[in-house]
């Protein structure tokens, strides 16, 4: 933590600093999450549709109605 985190949260600012930089920061990690999510997701759909071309259609909806 910065100086100024560590100052905002012992409250030497006032607490409408204090709520913004807690905000941003709630917000910059709910993007990275986010982020992370899709970037996850898009890796998954490309290896699925690997999977899928080459195994061919027929073996994909096969092991699909498996279940």
Known sequence: MSIEEISAVSGDYS????QQMWQQMYQNS???TMSQVNNTNSQYQQENQDVYQS?????QFQSVNSF
């Open 15 to 18: 607490s409408t600093t204090s």
């Open 30 to 32: 709910i993007q990275e």
């Open 55 to 59: 195994t061919g259609s027929d073996i």
